[in-house]
C-alpha cells in the first residue's frame, strides 16, 4: 500500500484493516444485509475475514510492528474488495 492515489480510499482501508485484529464471525445485521446475494459474492468476504484475521495473528506472533502488520492487512483487504467488484456484472442504468 503506498502513499499514491486517493488518500481517502487508502484511509478507510487502514481503518478497516483494525478490525482484523478480532475473531472471524458473521453477526445478525450483515447476514440480514447479505439476503438476495448470490453465494458466490457472500464467500468471497468469509474468505477474506478468516484469512486477514488469521494473517493479523500469524504476522503479530512473528513480533513484527503493529503499524506494518496492519498496513499489510489493508494491502489484502484491497486486492479482496477488487475481487468483489470484479465478479459483480455491471448493469447498465440508462434507459434504452
Known sequence: LTKAGNTRARRMLVEGAWTYRLPARVGL???????????NIR????????????????????????????????????????AIATTIPVTSTKAA
Open 43 to 82: 464467500a468471497i468476504p468469509w474468505k477474506a475475514q478468516v484469512r486477514l484475521c488469521q494473517r493479523y495473528r500469524r504476522m503479530q506472533a512473528s513480533g513484527r510492528p503493529t503499524n506494518i502488520v496492519i498496513v499489510a492487512i489493508a494491502r489484502e483487504l484491497a486486492a479482496f474488495v477488487w
Open 29 to 39: 445485521e450483515i447476514v440480514k444485509r447479505s439476503e438476495g446475494l448470490p453465494e
